[in-house]
C-alpha cells in the first residue's frame, strides 16, 4: 500500500524573488549600482518609480534608459546599444527588460527608443500608478491628456492627424497637459 505524502512548495512571484519591500536608502545603493553598470551605454540613464518618488519603502527597481546610437565600422549609425545586464532577464524585450536582482529585488529597465520621448517615459515610471494612469486618460475622462491628444508608443500624438508631439523632458509632457511641474514626491 502506498502512502501519499503532501509537499507544500512555495513558488516565488516574478522571476525567482517574493514580492516584498525593502528600505529606500537600500534599493537606492542597489538602484545606482546598476545604473551605473549601464550608463557607459547610455545617452541618458535615471532612476524612477517609488525610488525617484522618495517612498520609504520599495517594491522593485525602475530604470528609464536612452540607449546611445551604435556606429558601425565606419562610423555610420546602425540602431542602438543593446541595454542588458550580466544577469539572466526574466523579460527580455527590446523596450523592456526585468531581471530578478541577486539582492532580492526586481529591476525593470525601461529603454526608450523612437519614436518614444523621455518626458513622457520617464513622467509616467516615476508614477505613481493612479497618476501615470490619469496622465494618459483623456479630460473628459477625468484624466490629465487634453483630447485633442493621445499617448501611443511613448509618445503624444494628435489624435486628428497623427502627428507626433515632441516631449523631450517630463516638463514638456505636464505642460502640454496643462499641469506644470510636479515634483515626483508629490506624485502618489
Not at 511613448?154 to 489624435?159: L, Q, Y
Request: contains cysteine; hydrophobic residues 40%.
Amino acid at each position: 500500500m502506498r502512502q501519499r505524502v503532501m509537499v507544500r512548495i512555495h513558488l516565488p512571484v516574478f522571476g525567482g524573488h517574493m514580492k516584498t519591500k525593502m528600505p529606500l536608502n537600500e534599493a537606492e545603493k542597489i538602484a545606482c549600482k546598476y545604473a551605473d553598470m549601464l550608463m557607459p551605454y547610455c545617452e541618458r540613464i535615471e532612476i524612477a518609480g517609488s525610488i525617484r518618488r522618495r517612498k520609504a519603502e520599495v517594491g522593485d527597481i525602475e530604470i528609464v534608459a536612452k540607449p546611445l546610437p551604435a556606429l558601425d565600422l565606419f562610423g555610420s549609425p546602425k540602431g542602438y546599444h543593446d541595454l542588458s545586464l550580466p544577469l539572466p532577464a526574466v523579460k527580455n524585450g527590446q523596450r523592456y527588460k526585468q531581471y530578478a536582482l541577486p539582492e532580492g529585488i526586481n529591476l525593470d529597465l525601461f529603454i526608450v527608443l523612437p519614436p518614444a520621448q523621455w518626458g513622457v517615459i520617464f513622467a509616467l515610471r516615476t508614477g505613481g500608478a493612479e497618476f501615470s494612469r490619469k496622465l494618459v486618460t483623456a479630460k473628459r475622462y477625468g484624466g490629465y491628456l487634453p483630447s485633442a491628444y493621445v499617448v501611443r508608443d511613448g509618445a503624444v500624438h494628435r489624435v486628428d492627424t497623427g502627428e507626433m508631439i515632441p516631449t523631450p523632458e517630463e516638463i514638456d509632457f505636464f505642460n502640454l497637459c496643462e499641469l506644470g511641474w510636479i515634483k515626483p514626491e508629490e506624485r502618489n
